[in-house]
Structure formats: structure tokens, C-alpha cells
């Protein structure tokens, strides 16, 4: 009898306890593994009747998917009869057989967005390995604009008519490089996120900001100064890798939401992150850290220092009332030697009066320092007769963004401590720190 009330009372507290694991990150919960921003409205290819096939690289493992497509940027509406994902086979259009399911909406086989909606397929059980490739096929009946993200930094394909269906990647063509040439504008049409349902991540850290965000220059060969497709080399991806091997505690998904030339306060390419902060950041699934990477471009647009930290603050109050924490970035060095136009000394004194905020005034919940991490750079008189520090040369693209290297120094740099929970905290101040993230052992 005694045994049986011990059991009858362990399950009792286990029932209990597990809307609290639940609470704390675990507990099969959904997570945004993969996602992109729309920022650009194409009217070119004609998209009516084909299907475009695209690559998603989750950041984490699990057991379900659904899929976001979205119209943001549509001026018409975009029809999808017949929808499908699979697994990936290598770079090109093939799917691995077997692995192909139709996915469904709202319980249809398709659905019409009209301009600036958005939907999510319904859940389908579906294994998926952390940075294995998902191949995301969708038939488009009828479009007469294309909703777009552009620095896709991997080519994408599509086929003439419904072939969402098969596994093979014959008839299908890449889609177009956007211009500029050869600076890795492979685009996405229509898809915005890949959830994944897992019972080990703790929550996704979404990282928010523009094209050193995004990725310009990421995948650039500095020998043949060609930008390479089908590369993974933003900080981001660098971050996501680095939490994966790290401990448990650690293996966030991590969801993109750069848009190259975009600002907090107006439209400079793409939404402004004030427009888009609900759609982009607070909408994604399990979303418990945003890293906002913004204010360079706002610079360059004409905003003061005062202005970039009041639409800042206003990005950081929206986070904190969804119950989310956020970490800020510094501005990097953007000198460049005369007679290269596009930085002054007014806006170097903006930068450094935006990153003296970020560091001591700002209420972060943490920062990272790029630009301390950027500290050894040069300094070079600029077409004005200024001087401004530039992006340290082993780590330089184009005076602008990082290279390959500087993006790799960049996810190496970031301290994973930042994205503790409130347990991990009382761990390390009752003194079990462990070693440092990629040592940690697994929790």
C-alpha cells in the first residue's frame, strides 16, 4: 500500500512539474530553424505555373515541421495549389527519394495569399538533423509579383509547371542572380520560416539586422574576388555551429532576419526594423533572445545619434514586453581612405556616439562589442580630411562589411553566456561554472 501511494504521489508531482519544463524551454515545443526576411517585391521571372524549389538549412533537430510562406512584399496575390518538402540531395534540384511529403494549410493542399499576408502549413512529423538540407518545393498557379528575399547566398531552382511532386531535379533551372552581379543576390521567393518541433532546444535567438547580418561578403574568394553560392559563413551561421557543440544548454535554433541596406527608422532596403519587428522578430516560434545589429545604415541615411537610440529604445521595449531578452551590437569601423566616398566625420562622430549608448546607457540585456572587437583597426584620412578606422585588413571586404574571415572572427567572438537562462545563472553564482562553451560538457 505504501508503494502504491509513493507511485500515485510521483506521478502527481510529475503532472505537475511539467507545464514548468515546458515553461523553461524544453517540452516539444516549436522553434524558428531557418528563416529569411522579405525585403524586395520582383517582377521578374514570370513565376505562373512553375514550381520553385528552394534549400532551408535548420539549425536544430527534431521531429516535426511547418513551413511560413509569406506575400510581404507582393503587390498582387500569389496562388499555391500543391506544396512539398523533402530532404535535400546535394546543391542541385533533387530531392532524396522517399523523403518527399506534402505539406497542408489550415488542412488544404494549398491557399492564395493576398498582398502581405502570411500563412503556416500544418505540422507534419518529419526527422530533421541540425544543418542537413530541407528542400521546400512549391507549385505558384498564378503570381504577378514575387515576394522576395535577395541576398539568398545560395542558388535556388524552378521548374515550368506542378513538379513539386517528384524527386527529380530534371527541367529545373536556377533562378536568377538578382543585380548586382557577383555579390550574392541568389534569392528566396515567398518562404519566411522553417519551424522545427523539438524537445531539446531551449529557444531561438533571432538575429536582427542588415546586410553584415545578412551576409554580404560572407562567401567572397579573396583570391578570384568572386562571391561562391551554397556557403554558410555569416557570424550567424558561425554562432549556430558554435551552440551546437556546445552544451545542452546552449543549442538554440538560430533564425536570420537581415535585410541588406536596412534601418531601424525608414525604409532603406526592405521594411525598417520598427516595421517590421512583430512579423521578422516577435512572430517567430520559441523566440527567447533577439541580437539587434543595426544603425549603420541610419547613419549613412542622414540620422542622428538621438534619433538611432530612440528608435532602438523603441525595438528594445517591444522585446521586453513580448518577455524576450535582447542584446545590442556596436557599429563597426566604416573608414575608407580618400578619394572612396560614403563616410564622413559627421558620421563617425554618430557612430561613436551610438556605440558609447549601446555600452554604458542602453538597457540591453547584453552587448556585443564588434566594433572592441574591430579595436586594432586602422586609421586612414578619409575625401574629407578626416581620419576614421577602417575594418582591420585581414578581416576587410569593402570598407563596409567583413570578409569571410572577419564574419568567421565575428561568431567566434560572441560569448555564449549571453543567452543563459535565469537557471544557468543560479548555477554559476552558486559556483558550478563549467569551462568555456565549446568545452562545456553536455548538461
Not at 8 to 30: F, V
Not at 257 to 277: D, F, K, S
Not at 306 to 334: E, N, S, Y
Amino acid at each position: 500500500m505504501k508503494h502504491k501511494f509513493a507511485s500515485l504521489l510521483l506521478a502527481t508531482l510529475l503532472l505537475a512539474l511539467a507545464p514548468l519544463a515546458a515553461l523553461a524551454g524544453g517540452g516539444n515545443d516549436w522553434y524558428t530553424a531557418w528563416a529569411t526576411s522579405h525585403g524586395s517585391r520582383q517582377i521578374t521571372p514570370a513565376m505562373s505555373n512553375r514550381t520553385v524549389r528552394m534549400q532551408l538549412m535548420p539549425s536544430i533537430s527534431g521531429t516535426h515541421v511547418r513551413v511560413k510562406v509569406e506575400n510581404t512584399m507582393g503587390e498582387g496575390q500569389v496562388s499555391f495549389p500543391t506544396a512539398y518538402i523533402g530532404l535535400g540531395a546535394g546543391d542541385s534540384a533533387d530531392v532524396k527519394p522517399g523523403s518527399n511529403r506534402q505539406l497542408t494549410f489550415d488542412g488544404a493542399p494549398g491557399l492564395t495569399l493576398a498582398p502581405g499576408q502570411g500563412a503556416y502549413s500544418d505540422a507534419i512529423p518529419f526527422k530533421v538533423r541540425a544543418f542537413r538540407k530541407l528542400s521546400l518545393s512549391l507549385h505558384v498557379s498564378a503570381a504577378a509579383d514575387i515576394s522576395t528575399h535577395v541576398v539568398g547566398l545560395r542558388i535556388n531552382h524552378s521548374a515550368p509547371g506542378n513538379v513539386a511532386a517528384s524527386v527529380s531535379g530534371a527541367g529545373f533551372e536556377a533562378l536568377p542572380e538578382i543585380a548586382a552581379l557577383n555579390s550574392g543576390q541568389w534569392p528566396f521567393y515567398w518562404v519566411a520560416a522553417l519551424d522545427v518541433k523539438s524537445a531539446d532546444a531551449p529557444g531561438t535567438i533571432v538575429v536582427f539586422g542588415d546586410s553584415i547580418t545578412d551576409g554580404r561578403c560572407s562567401t567572397r574568394d579573396e583570391a578570384t574576388l568572386i562571391v561562391q553560392p551554397n556557403l554558410y559563413q555569416r557570424w550567424g551561421d558561425v554562432l549556430a555551429h558554435r551552440l551546437a557543440k556546445g552544451a545542452k544548454k546552449y543549442r538554440y535554433a538560430v533564425a536570420n532576419e537581415g535585410i541588406a541596406g536596412n534601418r531601424i527608422l525608414n525604409r532603406g532596403n526592405g521594411p525598417a526594423a520598427l516595421e517590421r519587428i512583430h512579423r521578422d522578430v516577435l512572430d517567430r516560434s520559441g523566440a527567447t533572445h533577439v541580437v539587434l545589429f543595426e544603425g549603420t545604415n541610419d547613419i549613412t541615411g542622414g540620422f542622428t545619434a538621438a534619433q538611432i537610440q530612440a528608435g532602438t529604445q523603441t525595438l528594445i521595449d517591444k522585446v521586453h514586453a513580448a518577455g524576450m531578452k535582447i542584446i545590442g551590437v556596436t557599429v563597426i569601423p566604416r573608414g575608407r581612405p580618400a578619394p572612396l566616398a560614403g563616410w564622413t566625420s559627421a558620421m563617425e562622430a554618430q557612430r561613436l556616439l551610438v556605440n558609447d549608448w549601446i555600452r554604458n546607457r542602453a538597457n540591453f540585456d547584453g552587448v556585443i562589442d564588434f566594433d572592441k572587437l574591430m579595436a586594432h583597426a586602422p586609421l586612414v584620412t578619409q575625401a574629407d580630411g578626416s581620419t576614421a578606422p577602417q575594418i582591420p585588413a585581414p578581416w576587410n571586404c569593402d570598407n563596409t562589411h567583413p570578409n569571410a574571415a572577419g564574419y568567421k572572427a565575428m561568431g567566434e567572438y560572441i560569448d555564449l553566456k549571453l543567452f543563459r537562462n535565469k537557471h544557468d545563472r543560479d548555477d554559476d553564482d552558486r559556483g558550478h561554472r563549467g569551462r568555456d562553451h565549446d568545452d562545456d560538457d553536455d548538461d
